[in-house]
């Protein structure tokens, strides 16, 4: 049985498998946009992906 996830918010911080951090920029039709520390670029996944990829961060 999974831990049931939250939709991630503008703003809050979440780190991937390999430690690096990440912060959300938004949540629009399913998509996670989202910048990894030190890109200057956006990143974009699928709700789903992200949100079994990605753990929040405790700020």
């Known amino acids: 049985m999974t831990k049931a996830t ?3 918010r503008p703003q809050q911080r979440f780190k991937d ?5 990440v912060t959300v920029e938004s949540v629009i039709f399913n998509r996670v946009t989202f910048y990894r520390d030190g890109y200057h670029s956006p990143c974009v996944q699928p709700l789903e992906r992200f ?9």
């Not at 498998?17 to 951090?21: C, D, F």
């Not at 949100?51 to 700020?59: D, G, H, I, L, P």
């Open 17 to 21: 498998a390999h430690g690096t951090i």
């Open 6 to 8: 939250s939709i991630p």
């Open 51 to 59: 949100t079994k990829e990605f753990r929040e961060v405790a700020q």
